[in-house]
């Protein structure tokens, strides 16, 4: 049943999406009828449903924040989502004002393909604040773990890292969407504009009727991705830092160099035991939330600049 309705919405957002559309020329009729337009809607209405997934998931995580480790008052929760959606609307406002709409013969095409990002953008508020409150727990664990017993804080531990693991899928998982739609979006101006694709040499005299001077290379697609994985970046390594220090801390508290200087085989193995499963024994670099931050927006910015059905779909 929560299948059947996912893909109602699926279609009713596609066919929200493409609601006269129609700039009235030939070109128009013809473009909004072609598969290029009829992609990138149905890529951009699966991204704006996994948004609206996500901001659900996210605001059950928020109201239920304290399973998964953070310590947080309704006060607390509230600040943050308030100062997130304040980010956000920033953020909105300079994709307002320096936010670039290709040319294509559909009507409000910048309100269309804004409208998608915006949503994205939304949905972020609640993922955004779980990540601050994590960063914050994560803190107050190292200073009070001390005053609690190991077991508990080992627990603790555990269930913040799962939050972690959710909040960084979470935002690779939006940012998949947002780079699979920018692609569709380059495919329907290369079919519209074949000429402009920076892909292919660029003739001397444009054809009469094209907008050479303002193109969508499949380069703006790579750089997409760049950004985003260096926004993921900046959100997972400091959290994953954060962690694994808190995570040694209470290595170190639980199993302390013994007086006499000299561990035994017993102290060797539970200390080991201990930082398996903190996950301790892997660098940071291969740690796998890293690792998705920064390899995902490259890899699907990739696919989607140059695997035709998406990227260059001449």
Same mark, same amino acid.
């Given at each position: 049943m929560t299948t059947v309705a996912v893909l109602v919405v699926l279609f009713g957002v596609a066919i929200s999406l493409g609601f006269r559309a129609d700039d009235g020329t030939k070109a128009g009729a013809v473009f909004i009828d072609g598969v290029p337009w009829n992609v990138w809607r149905l890529v951009a209405a699966g991204a704006i449903v996994t948004f609206a997934l996500l901001f659900l998931h996210a605001a059950r995580m928020v109201r239920e924040v304290d399973c998964w480790g953070v310590r947080a008052t309704v006060v607390?929760? $509230? &600040?943050? #989502?308030g100062v997130a959606a304040l980010a956000v609307m920033v953020a909105m406002a300079v994709q307002l004002k320096a936010g670039y709409t290709p040319d294509m013969p559909v009507t409000s095409l910048g309100v269309r393909?804004?409208?998608?990002? $915006? &949503?994205? #953008?939304?949905?972020?508020?609640?993922w955004l604040a779980l990540v601050w409150l994590a960063h914050d727990e994560c803190r107050r664990n190292g200073d009070t773990q001390d005053e609690m017993e190991p077991e508990v804080t080992l627990a603790r531990l555990l269930r913040l890292w799962r939050l972690l693991a959710s909040c960084i899928g979470a935002f690779a998982l939006g940012v998949v969407a947002a780079i699979a739609?920018?692609?569709?979006?380059?495919?329907?101006?290369?079919?519209?504009?074949?000429?402009?694709?920076?892909?292919?040499?660029?003739?001397?005299?444009?054809?009469?009727?094209?907008?050479?001077?303002e193109t969508f290379p499949p380069a703006n697609v790579l750089y997409y991705g760049a950004f985003f994985a260096i926004l993921l970046t900046i959100i997972a390594a400091p959290l994953v830092v954060s962690w694994r220090a808190r995570a040694r801390e209470l290595v170190e508290q639980s199993y302390p160099l013994p007086a006499e200087g000299m561990p035994t085989d017993a102290w060797v193995a539970d200390r080991a035991r201990l930082s398996k499963i903190l996950q301790l024994d892997v660098p940071i670099l291969r740690n796998p939330l890293i690792a998705l931050s920064i390899f995902t927006p490259l890899i699907t910015s990739t696919l989607a600049a140059f695997i035709p059905q998406l990227g260059i779909g001449s």
């Open positions: 607390r929760r $509230w &600040v943050y #989502l393909t804004r409208g998608v990002l $915006w &949503v994205g #953008l939304v949905a972020s508020i609640p739609t920018s692609g569709a979006l380059r495919a329907a101006f290369v079919s519209v504009h074949p000429d402009c694709d920076d892909a292919y040499p660029a003739p001397e005299t444009p054809p009469p009727g094209t907008v050479c001077g």
